[in-house]
């Protein structure tokens, strides 16, 4: 053949290049454009930075109203809603805002606390047994069907009743309001990485077929860099897609446990409890039940949209529309 | 065309063998002779292509080669030194010398990964570069596969089969390697592209003083880049020889019926008759001569009886066929 490979070259970029028109630029910048692209993700994550800040600023507007969240006023129980009290008061005459805004700091940090500790075991246990295969496989994933068999419910009740100090916990560090709260992400934490860990697994078994695992192994990357670097970020979308509709299932959860007296303790207020307080007063004042149970709705809505744009935008692939 | 084959060759197979064991069988057990006893060598800055149909073994002694694979028999001699068992830390060290490009360039690259840490993977394993060197050399190798520095932080989906296949061989090439082995790197491509890939490929031989194990099931490709050929069947090798003699006059009725399936611009010619039905399981190797059932040459009984091994033919070929044991 004459002339030199690099001439042989030349002509070929050309002709090859044009079809590849599309914006470059740093992963991170790529990412943020993706994201950007969905109206919707981007409404709720805003509108869960609201709520979340919301929560965390409720001191402030306690100041500003001049009112305890756990003070109550005999004299104005079940109150509408006024410039004391922007959204009324409840059956004790506690303001209804504030309640609402200190039961998200609860609810919220729960929810996400209890699904991000659940999604770790799972993808941790899911990598494992994938990768390994085998009997690691074959253990692992016998556990998890035997937590899958154990009714949820009992479980949980016979669990939220275990006596704190009966484990060498103090009494003062038992009784605490913070305590309940871990003991419930601890609880949800333990039943709910069983979805996350099927999914991931099965998704490792397919990944580590793939021609590019084998390629990095050819290239003597070792099995936790080919885990970290390959089969874990490829893994990762349905794992953040089923976080995030599972932060509005411990939502629910610790409301029921909240119901059965066995959640998080009144007064410490939770949009759960304050749910399941207000059912009592239904009928007189429905309000109470109304605006708690709007914020869940909106919390698990907002997490789902975001968990969807999320996926999306974690996802070179999608680029090209 | 086989110059350069002076001192020992760069990569020696001896009696390699890799048997899987599978379900199925008569005692719910079977063994699956996938590679079974066979031999070969490449000189340094030679080109051999391994040449067969599906499931006769290619792709199997790709991964025996690199490594992707343990041989259940057998030895590879990579330099003179034995490599077939090696393991872990010292298989890996050995990595750098041989490196793969893969069937399918759209599968073979992470599909998350910039083209960047794609092809800066094997020096970050390795420990070879970092920081601006490391993107330096990065940018070198984009440049050698023909393609520019804009495609540094592109994606996979973003570039076109070739494009993506230039980027593996790029990856390939980072650690400087002594011996690439190519798995059917044109046969995902288009045609129009494979032309151009494997010219590519010719220079980039002579540029960077490499040596290929070439395997494909298209002859035609094989003819135009390899100095020496050898044709796989059901595990083992049928002929071997220098790549202009055995296409000219192929001695194994294999080769044959596999050079006679290989379209040609005479339409005066009739077509010779396709190779009838498919090759056997391996898990029921037919007894004797592995190709009898298929083969349009049989002399008789004999080749359901004697199994023949490969026996020079004169100029430097091979063939296992009892009818060049018997002349």
Partial sequence: MSGGPIQERAPLLAAEAAGAAVPGGSPAAAFRRRFLRHPLAVGALALLLLIAAASAGEPLVEQWLGFGAEQIDLLARSAPPSAAHPLGTDELGRDLLLRLLRG?????????????????????????????????????????????????????????????????????????????????????????????????????????????????????????????????????????????????????????????????????????????????????????????????????????????????????????? | MTGGTSGAPLLEVRGLEKA????????????????????????????LGLVGESGSGKSTVARLVTGLQQPTGGEILFEGRPIGRLEGRARRALGRDIQMVFQDPHASLNPRKTIFASIAEPLVIHRVLRGAALTARVEELLEIVGLGRRYLYRYPHELSGGQKQRVCIARAVALDPKLLVLDEPTSALDVSVQAQMLEFLRGLQRDLGLTYLFISHNLAVVRQLCDEVAVMYLGRLVETGPTAALFDAPRHPYSEVLLASVPLPEPDQPDPPPLEGDIPSPLALPGGCRFHPRCPKVIGPVCAERDPGLVGVGDGRKAACLRCEGT
């Avoid at chain 1, 605006?291 to 974690?314: K, S």
């Fill in chain 1, 104 to 321: 998200g700091r609860v609810s919220l940090g729960v929810g996400f606390a209890a699904a991000l500790v659940a999604a770790t075991i799972g993808t941790v246990v899911g990598l494992v047994a994938g990768y390994l295969g085998g009997r690691v496989d074959a253990l692992l994933m016998r556990l998890v069907d035997s937590v899958i068999a154990l009714p949820l419910l009992p479980l949980l009740i016979v669990m939220a009743a275990v006596d704190l100090t009966k484990l060498g916990i103090p009494q003062s560090v038992a009784d605490s309001g913070s305590a309940s709260l871990w003991r419930i992400v601890l609880l949800v934490a333990l039943v709910g990485w069983t979805t996350t860990a099927r999914l991931v697994r099965g998704t490792v078994l397919s990944l580590k077929a793939r021609e590019y695992v084998r390629a990095a192994e050819a290239l003597g990357a070792g099995p936790l860099r080919i885990l970290r670097r390959h089969i874990l970020p490829n893994a990762l979308s349905p794992v953040i897609v089923a976080t995030t509709l599972s932060v509005g299932n411990v939502i629910l959860i610790e409301s029921v446990l909240s119901f059965l007296g066995l959640g998080i303790q009144p007064p410490l207020p939770s949009w759960g409890n304050m749910l399941t307080g207000a059912q009592e007063t239904i009928w007189s004042a429905p309000m109470l039940a109304v605006w708690p149970g709007l914020a869940i709705f909106v919390t698990v809505i907002a997490a789902n949209f975001l968990g969807d744009g999320l996926q999306d935008a974690l996802d070179p692939r999608t680029d090209r529309r």
């Fill in chain 2, 20 to 47: 899987f064991a599978v379900r199925g069988g008569r005692l719910g057990r079977a063994s699956l002779r996938a590679v079974d006893g066979i031999d070969f060598s490449i000189p340094r800055g030679g080109c």
